[in-house]
């Protein structure tokens, strides 16, 4: 029992703020060129954009446009991207063409059982 005190006592003080700061699915060069191969029009929809690093760094390192969209988004943050239309909605409207980006969340998320009005 006492190791998993110090597991979950780790867990909470290191890993979830890094995670929370950083994403739960970190970018590699190689990650980012394989969504950029795919982005022929320039353009990519990020649904899930958390904080919006994925976004941050497809725009600096791959030239590309992001429309980013994160249902649980507090707004622009510190990688300088603005999440935009919480619903996701009118992001997949305004690139229907573009390749569509899904981080998966960590399985730790709660989330709701049924979807948002909008979603």
């Known amino acids: 029992e006492a190791s998993l005190s110090i597991l979950l006592h780790f867990h909470e003080s290191t890993i979830t703020p890094l995670a929370r700061a950083f ?13 950029a191969r795919h982005a022929t029009s320039g353009v990519v929809v990020e649904i899930g954009a958390g ?13 590309l446009t992001v429309h980013a969209s994160d249902s649980a988004s507090p707004g622009p943050l510190a990688f300088g991207e603005v999440i935009v239309d919480t619903t996701g909605g009118s992001v997949l409207s ?3 063409d573009a390749p569509l980006l899904l981080c998966w969340p ?14």
Do not use: F, M, N, T
């Not at 919006?52 to 760094?57: F, S």
């Open 23 to 35: 994403a739960y699915a970190l970018p590699s060069a190689c990650a980012l060129q394989a969504i």
């Open 51 to 63: 904080l919006g690093l994925w976004a941050a760094l497809l725009r600096c390192c791959c030239d």
């Open 94 to 96: 305004r690139a229907a």
């Open 106 to 119: 960590s399985l730790e998320l709660e989330l709701p059982a049924e979807p948002s009005p909008g979603a």
